[in-house]
Every structure is written in structure tokens, then in C-alpha cells.
């Protein structure tokens, strides 16, 4: 059985006052036992927040990015030790924003998650084509190319830690979803790579997450095809009138 997670990407918005009151609503709402909730909350808020969720086994805090070194003149930059000092176990790799915004390479993500993989930190790996790639069809190329270059260097037992979150880009914070017919044919896709690179196992055991306009009125649809195993959820996690309903929407 794939562990199911509803995640949330906070991106740079909420006060820490702001995001104590959600994180407080979502620990103290009923979760289901099987559900793992994973909230990527800016780093300032990081140890605080933390703190308000460590009583909850079901809520884990994620980090939005990290540096690969571990410390030295990186000015503005956010090492994997510091991270693990707070209780930090899981971090946000490779969001097309970084990408794209902050020219983060395959190669640089792939220092980044073999950093994190030797700390003993959970990577949550994006992924995913702009829109003129899957206008010409060639998002499955376009994908296999960031595993390629980012993650299939490493073993099966590294491979085994990481959650994959395929998000395409045309969806993010647009509106427009995926169909669940087109997040099922990706996810299976990307599962059919892994076994061909690795083993039936491990394909079978990873949690692939789709994200993209993930919204309370869609996700159990999402949800709900057989290779999706939840969603990383941007704009609607930022309320939890709303990623509350979604982290309900397992079937
Ligand atoms: P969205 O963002 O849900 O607002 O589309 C998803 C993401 O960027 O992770």
C-alpha cells in the first residue's frame, strides 16, 4: 500500500500569525489515520510551525527549498543541518517557481537531492512540462528528461525515499486542471519508468502526487485514479476551509 498524502505548498504567502491559525485548524481537524498531511511553509516559519504540529504524527512540515552545502557564504541561503536541527524531515525540491524564477538546473536539483537523501531527508521531487511541450504532446519525453537528469542516478534503496510530485505547469495556480485522465496517464507512465529502471517494488511502493489547481471540488476525482496518491496543493491549502475537504478526498 502507497502512503497517501495530502500536501501543502504555502509558497511566500501567510504572516506567521496567519499560518499558526491554519496549521492549529488542520492539526486540530479529524484526520484520516492513513493519511499523511506534509505542509511546505516559508522558512521563516518553519521552527514555529514545527512546534505547533509535533503532538500530530499525521502532520509532517516541509521545507520549500534547501541549499546542497551544509554551511559557508551562501548569503540568504538555508542549509539541509539547519533544517534537520529543527525537526525538519521533508523538503520541496525543484517547484517549476524555483525553476523557472530562480534558474534552478536538472543538475543543481540533483546536488540538492542527493544532499538531502545523505541527511536522511525526504525530498518531495516536482516535475512537470510547460504548456507549449504538451501542446506538441511531448510531455512524457519532457518528464522522463528531469528524472533522467535529476534522479535516476541513484540507487533503488535512495530512489525508495523520495515523494514525486508531478505538476504541470500549465495547471499551476491557472485554474485549469489536468484531466484525471491525463494525471492517471502520467503517473502511470512515470511508475512504468521506474520499474524499467528499477523494479516492480519500488514502482509500486513510491507516492506520486499530482499538483496543479488541486481544488476541494476536484481532488477526490484526482484522487481517486489508481496511480495518484494525493496532491501538492498550492492556493487552496492556504485556508483550511479548504484543504481540509481535500485532505478528506481519499477514497
Ligand atoms: P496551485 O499550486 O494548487 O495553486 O495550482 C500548486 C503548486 O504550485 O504546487
Known amino acids: 500500500m502507497r502512503i497517501k498524502i495530502a500536501a501543502g505548498n504555502w509558497k511566500m504567502n501567510l504572516t506567521y500569525d496567519e499560518g499558526k491559525q491554519l496549521t492549529e485548524e488542520i492539526v486540530n481537524s479529524e484526520i484520516p489515520a492513513d493519511v499523511q498531511v506534509i505542509l511546505g511553509v516559508p522558512a521563516i516559519a518553519l521552527a514555529r510551525t514545527a512546534c505547533l504540529a509535533e503532538d500530530n504524527s499525521n502532520v509532517h512540515i516541509a521545507a520549500q527549498n534547501c541549499h546542497h552545502i ?3 557564504a551562501y548569503t540568504g541561503e538555508i542549509s539541509i543541518p539547519m533544517l534537520k536541527s529543527i525537526g525538519i524531515n521533508h523538503v520541496i525540491i525543484g517547484h517549476s517557481e524555483r525553476r523557472e524564477l530562480f534558474n534552478e538546473s536538472d543538475e543543481f536539483l540533483k546536488l540538492k537531492v542527493d ?9 518531495i521531487f516536482c516535475c512537470g512540462e510547460p504548456l507549449n511541450v504538451r501542446e506538441d504532446g511531448g510531455q512524457n519525453e519532457y518528464v522522463k528528461a528531469q528524472f533522467e537528469n ?3 542516478h541513484l540507487s533503488g534503496e535512495q530512489f525508495s525515499q523520495l515523494i514525486i ?6 495547471a499551476i495556480g491557472t485554474g485549469v486542471t ?9 503517473h502511470s507512465y512515470l511508475r512504468s519508468l ?3 529502471k528499477y523494479n516492480n517494488d519500488i514502482a509500486n511502493g513510491i507516492s506520486i502526487l499530482y499538483g496543479g489547481s488541486v481544488k476541494p471540488n476536484n481532488a477526490e476525482e484526482i484522487f481517486g485514479q489508481t496511480d495518484v496518491d494525493g496532491g501538492l496543493v498550492g492556493g487552496a491549502s492556504l485556508k483550511s476551509e479548504t484543504f481540509v ?3 478528506n478526498s481519499f477514497s
Open 70 to 72: 551544509a554551511s559557508g
Open 115 to 123: 544532499a538531502l537523501l545523505e541527511a536522511g531527508l525526504t525530498p
Open 150 to 152: 535529476s534522479i535516476f
Open 165 to 170: 510530485a508531478y505538476e504541470p505547469i500549465w
Open 178 to 186: 489536468a484531466s484525471p485522465q491525463q494525471a492517471q496517464d502520467m
Open 194 to 196: 521506474i520499474e524499467e
Open 245 to 247: 475537504p481535500i485532505i
